[in-house]
């Protein structure tokens, strides 16, 4: 079983899946492309222990941590979207079916819940007219919340710990008898800030209609992966409480971040690399962002290359997972 965001359903990386203009499309923006995807393909060519593995793959772009384990969720692709929007789907776990015959369930989630999204662009408008080394969006969050958010970074921290630990225990509760096995999130910002360029929008900038080009400081970019590597954090400390397996995607990735050039980054910039299928433009809360010079609107999601790399070390941990303990060295 897979279950998680966007980070998971490959959102713009292949082709979607369910294909376009299908009967089954959900709006979760699953594609062929995608970290369990790939998993179930490698495992399908070489089984674990001679054992054929059937993957189930239910994870959903914009997913909060709740909307894994208990709530409903209400997707939200731009892709072919219903003029009335898409309807509401259940739980992950509840569509998985996850049951005592579940061998194992893979979950990568946790950015929605902060939300990392709107994090993002709070700290892109904070740094209009700021100089490179300030921190207005660090500042504003750590005292408390900006642009209307009653929470502090801290507080969000605190739910976010809450809301996982619900959500493992929602899982096993399902499913009593499977390796649960949760994935971390990959490096989005580079060691040196300073290397990031202000005005690339394929790097941390973006162009927003009746605004122009707008950027994150030097100084947030830093804070910014500072948030990535607490969230990070959180989940494998949960995870380790639980019991669990955590694969970490943020080491490996190191220095394949959103600011690297095109061939090197593991993860796109605001504007980036996707199918054809994907949109230029955007609509990001009450702003309209626009992607120029073919770029789409790929807010700093993995990338072919970024799935290829989760793809390796969740297989690693699936097959770990389904070999006979008896059989381990």
């Known amino acids: 079983m897979a279950l998680g965001d966007s980070y998971t359903a490959g959102v713009f990386v292949g082709e979607p899946s369910p294909p376009l203009g299908g009967p089954d499309r959900d709006g979760c923006d699953r594609t062929t492309g995608s970290y369990p995807n790939l998993v179930e393909r490698r495992l399908a060519a070489t089984p674990p222990s001679g054992r054929a593995v059937a993957l189930i793959d239910v994870s959903c772009g914009g997913a909060t941590v709740p909307e894994i384990g208990s709530a409903r969720q209400t997707p939200i692709s731009p892709v072919q979207s219903p003029v009335d929007g898409w309807p509401s789907v259940a739980s992950q776990v509840d569509r998985a079916g996850l049951s005592t015959s579940t061998d194992v369930a893979t979950i990568g989630v946790g950015g929605n819940s902060l939300p990392f999204g709107k994090i993002l662009t709070s700290c892109l408008l904070a740094g209009i007219g700021q100089p490179d080394e300030a921190t207005p969006c660090r500042d504003a969050y750590e005292a408390g919340g900006p642009f209307l958010d009653p929470e502090s970074i801290y507080d969000k921290y605190d739910r976010v710990t809450r809301e996982y630990a619900r959500m493992l225990r929602a899982v096993h509760e ?57 969230l990070n ?76 790399n989760t793809a390796t070390q969740v297989e690693a941990a699936v097959r770990t997972a389904l070999t006979p303990e008896t059989s381990q060295s």
């Open 233 to 308: 954090a959180i989940i494998e400390a949960i995870t380790e409480l639980s019991d669990d397996t955590y694969v970490d995607t943020a080491t490996s990735s190191v220095g394949h971040d959103a600011c690297q050039p095109r061939a090197t980054k593991w993860v796109e910039g605001v504007c980036g690399e996707a199918g054809p299928y994907w949109p230029n433009e955007l609509a990001v809360g009450p702003l309209a962002l626009t992607c120029s010079g073919g770029n789409r609107a790929t807010l700093v999601h993995p990338n072919a290359a970024g799935h290829a």
């Open 174 to 230: 399902k499913a009593p008898n499977a390796k649960v096995i949760t994935v971390g999130y990959p490096t989005i910002a580079p060691a040196d800030p300073t290397t990031c360029d202000r005005q690339d929008t394929t790097e941390l900038a973006a162009d927003i209609s009746g605004v122009g080009r707008i950027s994150a400081t030097h100084g947030d970019i830093a804070w910014l992966g500072e948030v990535n590597t607490h």
